[in-house]
């Protein structure tokens, strides 16, 4: 049952994602901007700002050296902007250290990293099996599994994060919590969620 969720969801992702400049990388740097300007941003907004961003900034050193002037002249319009010195601090102390970390203990001590944050980059870069637990995640397993424990409890926490580790592909964590994600964004939406044609209708 776990498997043929992960499978009907990677065959659905693969004939409907949306084709975003960060999912051609495996680069943990380019996937860490991508994953904290989209942390409070919806997709459509952040992909301007990343391509711009990246564009002036293409790897850890040339954002460590900048000035934080600058790195908020960039972050401009996109709000929340303690993400954009988080940003820039975190950058700093990796230039130091001689480059992006490479364990997921290391990744989650970055500034501005939570395990959200780091899970997708470990996953995504390394094909480390850390499971993504965001709003997305949270409904499709929520609607999917019949758990209707409050997100935002402790015992709700521990319950999804448990589903999470149990449901993911650990032969393929990227491409699964791509595809869990991009699910829950575009078929299993909060309003109206395309029920009808929808792969897991009969399992749900």
């Known amino acids: 049952m776990m498997s043929r969720f992960a499978d009907i969801l990677i065959s659905w992702y693969q004939e409907n994602k949306r084709d975003l400049p960060w999912r051609h990388t495996r680069n943990p740097y380019l996937i860490w901007i991508s994953e904290i300007i989209l942390q409070q941003t919806r ?83 390394y094909e480390m099996p850390y499971a993504v637990v965001d709003g997305n995640v949270y409904r499709v397993l929520s609607r999917w599994l019949g758990i209707d424990t409050p997100i935002d409890s402790t015992i709700g926490k521990k319950e999804f994060s448990e589903a999470a580790s149990e449901l993911i592909d650990t032969t393929r964590p990227s491409l699964y919590n791509q595809a869990v994600m991009e699910f829950g964004a575009l078929q299993c939406t909060p309003t109206s969620p395309r029920c009808t044609d929808c792969p897991l209708a009969d399992s749900c």
């Open 43 to 125: 997709v459509a907004q952040g992909y301007d700002y990343y391509r711009r961003f990246v564009h002036r900034f293409p790897d850890l050193f040339s954002l460590a050296d900048a000035d934080e002037d600058e790195v908020m002249k960039y972050w401009q319009g996109l709000g929340y902007y303690s993400r954009a010195r988080n940003l820039h601090a975190a950058a700093k102390s990796m230039a130091q250290a001689g480059g992006f970390p490479t364990t997921y203990q290391g990744v989650l001590a970055l500034k501005g990293v939570g395990e959200y944050t780091a899970a997708a980059i470990c996953s995504f870069a």
